[in-house]
Each structure stands twice: as structure tokens, then as C-alpha cells.
């Protein structure tokens, strides 16, 4: 097992474009969370997925961005009509609730640039 | 809303000496889960140590420990015997218990710098 991946590691855009990254998680996890993280702080919730279904979703997550897990195994997040504001590193993680402890995995993370 | 501070954004310490990290968080909850978390330069999010707020006992994992104060609510984590891999920037996190879904809510982070 190689752990969370996410793809690709460092994407620059110019304002207005649409953006797409994608996250694997762990083969076996049915959780998987997106955490958005901003220059010199720590991450923040954004949604998360239960096996397919998005069960929650941050009031951080304007309209213009939507994610989606559509097979249970890994997950898009999109970022439509981007913004300065949106430059930021957008973290992926993974768990199972078959883990009493429910350990979080993350992984390397995107950072995004906005031009 | 649940808060959590760290007061410190940068400290250092000397090889094989020892380190203290401070947290301090807001919740009206009685049952909660606190985490520390370590973010190297690889921007990977490493879980260090976790405490359960019912259990009094101070959580432990090799060179690392925590002293958790639930009346003060703090939480500060402390490296023995520093290594230079020990550098990177720890997080202290907060979690509800009765929650469904692991939701973290992340203070601003410490910067640990190791000096050889």
C-alpha cells in the first residue's frame, strides 16, 4: 500500500480557469476527507465522503467548488472560475470506521497558485 | 465553535535536548480527542500523538508526551532527547467525540527548528 496519493502535486492558474485534483486514497479506507490549508496556518475541514456519499460539507466550500468520490475509491475536487483567494495547499486524507481509533492519513497535497 | 491555539510560532532546540510545545483550545464538549500532528518540508500530515479527554493518564509514544490539563485546557507536547528529524511544523488539533466523521479543527502550527 502506498498511501494517500494526490495529483498533480503543484498546479498554477490564472484567474477565471477551472482546476480539477484528484485523490486516491488507502485501497481499503470508505472515508476520505478534504482539508484546506492556507499560507501559515493549519488545515481546515472541507468535506468528506462515506464510501460514495458526500456527507458533509464545510460552509468554507463556496458554490464554485464541488467534489465527488463516484465510485467509492478515489475523489475529485473542482474549483471553478478561480480566485486569488483560492491559492492555498488542498490536503486529502483517508480512514476507515472499522478502525475503533479512526486514524486520519494524509497525503503530500496540492498546492495551488493563482495568478 | 471549537478553537485551537498555539501561542508559539517558531521555537528551536539543541540535539538530544528537550522541547515544550504549547496548545490551548476552546469547547464546551466534556468528551473530545486531541491530536498533535507533524508536517515536514515533504507537506505530509504525520499523526505524533493522540489523547482521549476521559482518560487522565498523559499519552506517551517513545520520545514523545504530552501534558494534557483538561481544567486549563491545554494541551502542550514535548520531545525528548531532540533529533534532527524532529524538525517541522507541529500542528495540535481538536476533535469532537460524539461526531460522526473525523472532522479536525487544526491550531496555526509551530515551526520546531533542531540545531546541531
Known amino acids: 500500500d502506498t498511501g494517500v496519493s494526490q495529483d498533480p502535486r503543484h498546479k498554477i492558474t490564472k484567474r477565471g480557469q477551472n482546476v480539477t485534483f484528484r485523490c486516491d486514497p488507502i485501497?481499503?479506507?470508505?472515508?476520505l476527507y478534504w482539508y484546506r490549508q492556507t499560507l501559515g496556518q493549519g488545515p481546515e475541514f472541507l468535506t468528506y465522503?462515506?464510501?460514495?456519499?458526500?456527507?458533509?460539507k464545510s460552509r468554507l466550500l463556496s458554490d464554485r467548488f464541488s467534489a465527488e468520490r463516484p465510485k467509492g475509491s478515489f475523489s475529485t475536487l473542482e474549483i471553478q472560475r478561480t480566485e486569488q483567494g483560492d491559492s492555498a495547499m488542498y490536503l486529502c486524507?483517508?480512514?476507515?470506521?472499522?478502525?475503533?481509533?479512526?486514524?486520519?492519513?494524509f497525503g503530500s497535497g496540492t498546492q495551488l497558485s493563482v495568478l | 465553535a471549537q478553537t485551537v491555539t498555539q501561542s508559539q510560532p517558531e521555537m528551536s532546540v539543541q540535539e538530544a535536548e528537550t522541547v515544550t510545545l504549547s496548545c490551548t483550545y476552546d469547547?464546551?464538549?466534556?468528551?473530545?480527542?486531541l491530536f498533535w500532528y507533524k508536517q515536514p518540508p515533504s507537506r505530509q500530515m504525520i499523526l505524533v500523538i493522540r489523547?482521549?479527554?476521559?482518560?487522565?493518564q498523559n499519552a506517551t509514544e517513545n520520545r514523545f508526551s504530552v501534558n494534557f490539563q483538561k481544567a486549563a485546557k491545554s494541551f502542550s507536547l514535548k520531545i525528548s532527547d531532540s533529533q534532527l528529524g524532529d524538525a517541522a511544523m507541529y500542528f495540535c488539533?481538536?476533535?469532537?467525540?460524539?461526531?460522526?466523521?473525523?472532522?479536525?479543527?487544526f491550531g496555526a502550527g509551530t515551526i520546531l527548528r533542531v540545531k546541531s
Open positions: 486524507a483517508s480512514s476507515t470506521d472499522r478502525d475503533e481509533n479512526e486514524k486520519l492519513f
Open positions: 489523547q482521549e479527554a476521559y482518560k487522565q
Open positions: 465522503f462515506q464510501n460514495e456519499a458526500q456527507l458533509e
Open positions: 485501497s481499503e479506507h470508505n472515508r
Open positions: 469547547t464546551s464538549e466534556s468528551d473530545y480527542y
Open positions: 488539533a481538536y476533535r469532537r467525540a460524539m461526531e460522526y466523521g473525523n472532522k479536525l479543527v
